[in-house]
């Protein structure tokens, strides 16, 4: 129990010293901080000049909530509990191989220091968003999941922040679920994590914004604004009761899987989910929304 505290304790300080590191030091590409903001910053220039609803306001619609989702759930979520609670998940899960005699490694099926460093991205990237993709899957169609996948589309307006707005328990089953699948697949450094990271920052943003985009024949590859304001929509087609269009930064899973659907311009369309009318519309009350036990799909 002593090792699991230390491991806490450890997670605490090593994530608080990070954050100061990042907040004061502007001399390195990978600084999440300050790229989470100049990404933003682009996306909602691009919004400004280039909107695809020429009547919504630049101040959208709950911009500053999102605006503070967007900082809490990137920073200080990871600060309150997230570092501490993988730490030690992966302290256990760890320890519980080494009962039976197994590592991490014993199953590792590709070893990022052994291919050519492109081809190491590429397969991190691939499976990262596969396996998230089907965890987004997961979250519309699993009652207790959908409660806090709600918080994300309670959104009624799209933009660029929205992509940031969900729940704490979203990144802790994200992570969970994903982490056998990406150490199997080991060997990355923190520059290799931060370029796919910066990149599928770019694509959710971009996917959320106010913006009529859908790349000509990369729609095929990539989500888009005019895929993913679908996947939003209030009115679901009868043959998707649990969704469409799940892909995060791909599309070609939705493709593939037969998820997909873009049945016309969807500039206008209501987004929401059904009975969002008494949805909580601050975030202490959408946060707490899940643990109120009469809620239910």
């Known amino acids: 129990m002593e090792k699991y505290i230390d491991v806490i304790k450890n997670a605490y ?17 990978d600084n999440y901080f300050y ?52 730490n030690t998940a992966e302290a256990i899960f760890n320890d519980i191989l080494n009962i039976v005699g197994l590592s991490m490694s014993s199953f590792q099926l590709v070893d990022s220091n052994h291919v050519p460093q492109w081809l190491g991205l590429f397969i991190f990237f691939l499976v990262n968003d ?40 979203e990144p802790v089953v994200y992570n969970s679920l994903r982490y056998i699948p990406l150490a199997i697949i080991g ?12 990149f599928n920052i770019a694509i959710g943003h971009l996917n959320h914004a106010n913006l009529g985009w859908n790349y000509g024949v990369f729609k095929y590859i990539f989500n888009n604004p005019k895929m993913h304001i679908w996947h939003h929509a209030k009115q679901l087609p009868k043959h998707a009761k649990y969704g469409i269009n799940y892909g995060l930064t791909l599309s070609i ?3 593939l899987f037969k998820t997909s659907h873009v049945p016309y311009d969807g500039r206008d369309i209501e987004l929401g989910f059904d009975g969002d009318e008494d949805f909580p519309k601050d975030f202490i009350n959408q946060e707490l929304y899940p643990l109120n036990k009469k809620h239910s799909r």
Do not use: C
Request: aromatic share 24%.
């Open 187 to 198: 060997g990355f450094n923190a520059q290799d994590v931060a370029i796919v990271h910066f």
């Open 35 to 86: 790229g989470l903001i100049i990404i933003s910053l682009v996306v909602w220039i691009l919004e400004i000049f280039f909107p695809w609803r020429k009547n919504q306001a630049v101040f959208r619609k709950d911009f500053w909530l999102d605006t503070f989702y967007m900082f809490f759930n990137f920073f200080l979520l990871n600060l309150i509990v997230l570092i501490a609670l993988s």
């Open 130 to 169: 596969f396996v998230q993709w089907n965890i987004h899957r997961l979250l519309h169609r699993v009652p207790f999941l959908w409660n806090f996948h709600k918080v994300h589309h309670s959104v009624k307006e799209m933009g660029f922040a929205a992509h940031l707005r969900y729940h704490w328990m």
């Open 253 to 255: 899973w939705d493709y």
């Open 13 to 29: 300080s090593g994530y608080w010293n990070y954050l100061k590191h990042e907040l004061i030091s502007i001399n390195h590409w």
